[in-house]
């Protein structure tokens, strides 16, 4: 059984920026753009999750870019349903059973420490794709190979050029990321090796962007 409630094994990602949210399932909210360049490179049809949704940074670009979106968290950040536990194996648990029924797709920030839980149970659950933003360290680990790549790799790996920066919910925002991301997808409809790939550099993501402006 999948250890439930995010925040007990969450902590900081690897930057002096940062001071862990202990107790609030090491929130930090994805920047825009870094969702919106996922939409231009892959597409999604169906119903989709985002099981980790904060305050609703990344949904409302999902919404903005026409998904179907369900969204949940474990906490209650203002945005969506609160009290979801994703890695629940619960059966009793009605409201995961609820998003989880009919999920075409899954597209979440997972904490760093649960990710590799969330692509167990988004496996399971999805139809189409799970797209996971991870540290692009995640690619390493002899467990992580043994556990995941090995017998279930992801289709796609995106990396990015430019480095995002995550910042607590409402801090200054100064500097750029000191840490590399990735989206990694697994597509039902896939077919050969995993592929890499690389987003393309924009000088526009230099800039903060809003939903008007993702151009999605």
């Known amino acids: ?71 949940s968290d474990l906490f209650n950040r203002g945005f969506g349903t609160p009290d979801v536990d994703f890695l629940s194996q619960l059966p009793t648990n009605q409201s995961r059973h609820y998003f989880a029924f009919d999920c075409d797709n899954i597209i979440t920030n997972p904490p760093y420490h649960l990710a590799e839980d969330f692509v167990r149970i988004g496996l399971s659950l999805i139809k189409k794709k799970l797209a996971l933003l991870v540290r692009l360290a995640f690619l390493e680990s002899a467990q992580r190979y043994d556990g995941i790549y090995e017998k279930t790799p992801p289709s796609r790996t995106w990396i990015f050029t430019k480095r995002p920066t995550f910042y607590p919910k409402g801090a200054k925002r100064g500097g750029s990321g000191t840490t590399a991301y990735c989206w990694m997808i697994w597509d039902s409809e896939h077919v050969g090796p995993s592929e890499l790939c690389w987003f393309p550099h924009k000088r526009k993501i230099d800039k903060p962007l809003t939903l008007e402006g993702l151009g999605l």
């Not at 920026?17 to 169906?46: C, M, Q």
């Open 1 to 71: 059984m999948v250890k439930s409630g995010y925040g007990d094994r969450a902590s900081p990602q690897p930057t002096t920026k940062r001071n862990v949210d202990k107790d609030s399932g090491d929130f930090y909210p994805t920047p825009l753009w870094a969702t919106g360049i996922l939409l231009r490179h892959e597409s999604f049809e169906g119903k989709t999750w985002e099981p980790a949704c904060g305050d609703g940074a990344m949904s409302r670009v999902l919404i903005a870019g026409g998904l179907d979106v369900r969204s």
